[in-house]
Protein backbone atom coordinates (compact mmCIF):
# COMPACT_ATOMS: atom_id res chain seq x y z
CA UNK A 1 0.00 0.00 0.00
CA UNK A 2 2.47 2.66 1.14
CA UNK A 3 4.54 1.41 -2.33
CA UNK A 4 1.63 2.69 -4.59
CA UNK A 5 1.20 5.70 -2.46
CA UNK A 6 5.02 6.56 -2.76
CA UNK A 7 4.31 5.18 -6.87
CA UNK A 8 1.38 7.88 -6.67
CA UNK A 9 3.45 10.53 -5.04
CA UNK A 10 6.49 10.11 -7.60
CA UNK A 11 4.70 9.86 -10.86
CA UNK A 12 3.23 13.76 -11.17
CA UNK A 13 7.40 14.34 -10.38
CA UNK A 14 8.12 12.62 -13.57
CA UNK A 15 5.62 13.86 -15.62
CA UNK A 16 6.68 17.56 -14.77
CA UNK A 17 10.61 16.23 -15.09
CA UNK A 18 9.83 15.10 -18.88
CA UNK A 19 7.22 18.28 -18.98
CA UNK A 20 10.23 20.39 -18.07
CA UNK A 21 12.86 18.73 -20.76
CA UNK A 22 10.34 18.95 -23.77
CA UNK A 23 10.15 22.87 -22.88
CA UNK A 24 13.47 23.18 -22.64
CA UNK A 25 14.23 21.71 -25.82
CA UNK A 26 13.60 24.42 -28.23
CA UNK A 27 16.41 26.61 -26.00
CA UNK A 28 18.96 23.48 -26.20
CA UNK A 29 18.00 24.04 -30.11
CA UNK A 30 18.52 28.07 -30.69
CA UNK A 31 22.11 27.60 -28.32
CA UNK A 32 23.04 25.05 -30.45
CA UNK A 33 22.24 26.53 -33.78
CA UNK A 34 23.96 29.75 -32.23
CA UNK A 35 27.14 27.37 -31.80
CA UNK A 36 27.17 26.19 -35.22
CA UNK A 37 26.32 30.28 -36.72
CA UNK A 38 29.29 31.12 -34.90
CA UNK A 39 32.02 28.59 -35.45
CA UNK A 40 31.37 29.48 -39.24
CA UNK A 41 32.91 31.96 -41.45
CA UNK A 42 30.76 34.22 -43.10
CA UNK A 43 31.54 36.39 -46.13
CA UNK A 44 30.86 39.89 -44.29
CA UNK A 45 33.38 38.39 -42.10
CA UNK A 46 35.85 38.02 -44.83
CA UNK A 47 34.67 41.43 -45.96
CA UNK A 48 35.59 42.79 -42.46
CA UNK A 49 39.25 41.15 -42.01
CA UNK A 50 40.26 42.54 -45.77
CA UNK A 51 39.30 45.74 -44.84
CA UNK A 52 41.11 45.73 -41.60
CA UNK A 53 44.29 44.54 -43.70
CA UNK A 54 43.61 47.33 -45.93
CA UNK A 55 43.31 49.89 -43.79
CA UNK A 56 46.45 48.66 -41.59
CA UNK A 57 48.08 48.70 -44.81
CA UNK A 58 47.44 52.37 -45.31
CA UNK A 59 48.18 53.92 -42.56
CA UNK A 60 51.20 51.72 -42.13
CA UNK A 61 52.35 52.97 -45.41
CA UNK A 62 51.73 56.73 -44.01
CA UNK A 63 54.04 56.46 -40.96
CA UNK A 64 56.71 55.00 -43.13
CA UNK A 65 56.39 56.87 -46.31
CA UNK A 66 55.65 60.24 -44.31
CA UNK A 67 53.35 61.29 -47.60
CA UNK A 68 51.41 57.85 -49.27
CA UNK A 69 48.92 55.70 -48.26
CA UNK A 70 50.03 53.71 -51.32
CA UNK A 71 53.73 52.94 -50.20
CA UNK A 72 55.10 55.17 -53.55
CA UNK A 73 53.17 53.83 -55.91
CA UNK A 74 50.87 56.17 -58.03
CA UNK A 75 48.71 54.51 -60.59
CA UNK A 76 47.75 56.58 -63.51
CA UNK A 77 43.78 56.04 -62.28
CA UNK A 78 44.62 58.23 -59.48
CA UNK A 79 46.10 60.97 -61.52
CA UNK A 80 43.50 63.26 -62.72
CA UNK A 81 45.69 64.49 -65.56
CA UNK A 82 46.13 61.12 -66.84
CA UNK A 83 42.78 59.68 -66.50
CA UNK A 84 41.75 62.40 -68.91
CA UNK A 85 44.23 61.88 -71.49
CA UNK A 86 43.23 58.32 -71.38
CA UNK A 87 39.67 58.74 -71.73
CA UNK A 88 40.94 60.81 -74.95
CA UNK A 89 42.52 58.30 -76.42
CA UNK A 90 46.06 57.96 -77.88
CA UNK A 91 47.11 61.02 -79.42
CA UNK A 92 49.01 60.74 -82.85
CA UNK A 93 51.41 63.27 -84.57
CA UNK A 94 54.08 63.45 -87.49
CA UNK A 95 57.07 64.73 -86.48
CA UNK A 96 56.34 68.18 -87.48
CA UNK A 97 53.26 68.35 -85.25
CA UNK A 98 55.59 66.92 -82.37
CA UNK A 99 57.49 69.77 -82.59
CA UNK A 100 55.60 72.26 -81.83
CA UNK A 101 54.81 70.84 -77.67
CA UNK A 102 58.60 71.99 -77.47
CA UNK A 103 57.60 73.64 -74.26
CA UNK A 104 57.31 77.24 -76.18
CA UNK A 105 53.79 77.58 -75.71
CA UNK A 106 52.01 77.52 -72.30
CA UNK A 107 48.36 76.63 -73.93
CA UNK A 108 50.32 73.32 -75.16
CA UNK A 109 51.87 70.26 -72.56
CA UNK A 110 55.85 69.14 -73.44
CA UNK A 111 56.34 65.96 -75.21
CA UNK A 112 59.56 64.13 -75.87
CA UNK A 113 59.57 60.73 -77.73
CA UNK A 114 61.38 57.38 -77.00
CA UNK A 115 61.10 54.39 -80.05
CA UNK A 116 58.15 56.53 -81.59
CA UNK A 117 55.82 56.27 -78.14
CA UNK A 118 55.25 59.69 -76.76
CA UNK A 119 55.39 60.59 -73.37
CA UNK A 120 54.08 64.20 -71.30
CA UNK A 121 56.64 65.55 -69.24
CA UNK A 122 55.14 68.67 -68.46
CA UNK A 123 55.53 68.29 -64.97
CA UNK A 124 59.05 68.67 -64.90
CA UNK A 125 59.17 72.39 -67.02
CA UNK A 126 62.09 73.43 -65.40
CA UNK A 127 64.02 70.07 -67.30
CA UNK A 128 62.27 69.82 -70.40
CA UNK A 129 60.99 73.84 -70.76
CA UNK A 130 62.77 76.45 -72.46
CA UNK A 131 66.41 77.05 -70.87
CA UNK A 132 66.07 73.62 -69.16
CA UNK A 133 69.11 70.81 -69.08
CA UNK A 134 66.87 68.58 -71.43
CA UNK A 135 65.03 70.73 -73.20
CA UNK A 136 66.93 69.58 -76.74
CA UNK A 137 64.52 66.36 -76.02
CA UNK A 138 61.61 68.62 -75.78
CA UNK A 139 59.15 68.42 -79.24
CA UNK A 140 60.79 65.67 -80.70
CA UNK A 141 61.84 61.75 -81.08
CA UNK A 142 65.59 61.83 -79.88
CA UNK A 143 66.43 57.85 -79.16
CA UNK A 144 69.22 57.93 -80.38
CA UNK A 145 70.58 60.75 -78.38
CA UNK A 146 69.58 58.47 -75.30
CA UNK A 147 71.93 55.67 -76.29
CA UNK A 148 74.78 57.75 -77.41
CA UNK A 149 74.64 60.86 -75.47
CA UNK A 150 75.65 63.00 -78.45
CA UNK A 151 72.91 65.82 -77.56
CA UNK A 152 73.85 68.03 -80.61
CA UNK A 153 74.06 65.40 -83.47
CA UNK A 154 72.03 62.71 -82.40
CA UNK A 155 68.66 64.02 -81.88
CA UNK A 156 66.72 61.88 -84.14
CA UNK A 157 65.06 58.42 -83.74
CA UNK A 158 67.30 57.00 -86.42
CA UNK A 159 68.90 54.01 -85.10
CA UNK A 160 70.29 53.14 -88.39
CA UNK A 161 74.52 51.96 -87.39
CA UNK A 162 74.53 52.75 -83.80
CA UNK A 163 75.33 48.72 -82.90
CA UNK A 164 78.63 49.83 -83.91
CA UNK A 165 79.55 51.73 -80.64
CA UNK A 166 79.75 48.18 -79.14
CA UNK A 167 81.68 46.52 -81.33
CA UNK A 168 85.42 46.74 -80.72
CA UNK A 169 87.99 48.73 -82.63
CA UNK A 170 90.18 46.12 -84.63
CA UNK A 171 93.81 47.83 -83.27
CA UNK A 172 95.51 44.48 -82.16
CA UNK A 173 96.11 42.56 -85.40
CA UNK A 174 100.28 41.88 -84.96
CA UNK A 175 99.29 40.01 -81.47
CA UNK A 176 99.53 36.41 -81.33
CA UNK A 177 96.58 35.77 -80.58
CA UNK A 178 95.05 37.30 -83.40
CA UNK A 179 97.46 35.86 -85.61
CA UNK A 180 96.56 32.26 -84.55
CA UNK A 181 92.83 32.79 -85.55
CA UNK A 182 91.40 31.97 -88.93
CA UNK A 183 89.37 34.12 -91.48
CA UNK A 184 86.76 32.35 -90.65
CA UNK A 185 87.11 32.55 -86.76
CA UNK A 186 87.02 36.21 -87.23
CA UNK A 187 84.10 36.19 -89.31
CA UNK A 188 81.77 34.18 -86.95
CA UNK A 189 83.25 36.37 -83.72
CA UNK A 190 82.30 39.64 -85.64
CA UNK A 191 78.71 38.00 -86.12
CA UNK A 192 78.45 37.15 -82.96
CA UNK A 193 79.78 40.68 -81.93
CA UNK A 194 77.31 42.45 -84.25
CA UNK A 195 74.26 40.31 -82.94
CA UNK A 196 75.26 41.01 -79.59
CA UNK A 197 75.72 45.22 -80.15
CA UNK A 198 71.99 44.78 -81.48
CA UNK A 199 71.19 43.26 -78.04
CA UNK A 200 72.86 45.95 -76.44
CA UNK A 201 70.93 48.68 -78.08
CA UNK A 202 67.17 47.15 -77.47
CA UNK A 203 68.21 46.64 -74.12
CA UNK A 204 69.36 50.38 -73.87
CA UNK A 205 65.98 51.64 -75.76
CA UNK A 206 64.34 49.44 -73.47
CA UNK A 207 65.43 50.42 -70.67
CA UNK A 208 64.80 54.28 -71.56
CA UNK A 209 61.06 53.17 -72.22
CA UNK A 210 60.37 51.66 -68.69
CA UNK A 211 62.32 54.84 -67.34
CA UNK A 212 59.11 56.89 -68.89
CA UNK A 213 56.91 54.22 -68.48
CA UNK A 214 57.14 53.80 -64.68
CA UNK A 215 57.63 57.25 -63.88
CA UNK A 216 55.58 59.17 -61.48
CA UNK A 217 55.71 62.14 -63.07
CA UNK A 218 55.47 61.10 -66.79
CA UNK A 219 52.77 59.29 -68.89
CA UNK A 220 52.35 57.67 -72.14
CA UNK A 221 49.93 59.44 -74.67
CA UNK A 222 50.58 58.16 -78.17
CA UNK A 223 52.73 57.51 -81.00
CA UNK A 224 54.98 59.14 -83.51
CA UNK A 225 53.54 58.64 -86.92
CA UNK A 226 54.07 59.52 -90.38
CA UNK A 227 51.57 61.66 -93.03
CA UNK A 228 50.82 58.42 -94.71
CA UNK A 229 51.34 55.87 -92.12
CA UNK A 230 54.40 54.39 -93.02
CA UNK A 231 57.94 53.66 -91.80
CA UNK A 232 59.30 56.84 -90.30
CA UNK A 233 62.72 57.06 -91.78
CA UNK A 234 65.74 59.77 -91.45
CA UNK A 235 68.95 60.18 -93.18
CA UNK A 236 67.43 58.68 -96.45
CA UNK A 237 67.64 55.48 -95.38
CA UNK A 238 71.02 55.34 -95.29
CA UNK A 239 73.24 54.10 -92.41
CA UNK A 240 74.35 57.06 -89.99
CA UNK A 241 78.00 57.60 -88.85
CA UNK A 242 78.62 57.27 -85.07
CA UNK A 243 79.09 60.67 -83.27
CA UNK A 244 82.55 61.31 -82.17
CA UNK A 245 82.01 60.89 -78.67
CA UNK A 246 79.79 57.21 -79.37
CA UNK A 247 83.42 56.63 -81.33
CA UNK A 248 85.59 57.64 -78.58
CA UNK A 249 83.50 55.47 -76.25
CA UNK A 250 84.19 52.14 -78.54
CA UNK A 251 86.11 48.98 -76.62
CA UNK A 252 89.49 48.20 -78.56
CA UNK A 253 90.73 44.33 -79.04
CA UNK A 254 93.53 44.99 -77.35
CA UNK A 255 91.97 46.09 -73.98
CA UNK A 256 89.59 43.33 -74.25
CA UNK A 257 92.20 40.69 -75.39
CA UNK A 258 94.15 41.73 -71.81
CA UNK A 259 91.28 41.39 -69.71
CA UNK A 260 90.91 38.24 -71.05
CA UNK A 261 94.16 36.81 -70.29
CA UNK A 262 94.40 38.98 -66.37
CA UNK A 263 90.74 36.90 -66.19
CA UNK A 264 92.77 33.52 -67.51
CA UNK A 265 95.69 34.50 -64.92
CA UNK A 266 93.41 35.18 -61.82
CA UNK A 267 91.13 31.44 -62.32
CA UNK A 268 94.92 30.09 -62.50
CA UNK A 269 96.14 30.91 -59.69
Keep these: MTDLRQRAKNRPLAEAGIDRQESSEPLR???????????????????????????????????????????????????????VRRLRGPVLLTPSELSLYNGTSPDLPIYISVNHTIYDVSASPHLYGPGG???????????????????????????SGVEEMFIP???DDESEAEQGMTRAEKKMRREREMREAKSMVEKQVKHWVQFYEKSHKYFSVGRVVTEDGGKIEENGGKKRELCDEAKKGRPKRSNLREEKEKKAKKKAN
Excluded at 36 to 50: C, G, P, Q
Design 29 to 83: KQIRAYDEESNTISVLDIFRFLCLILIASLGLSYFLTGDSITWGFKPWFTRWSVL
Design 133 to 159: GYSFFAGRDATRAFITGCFQDDLTSDL
Design 169 to 171: IED
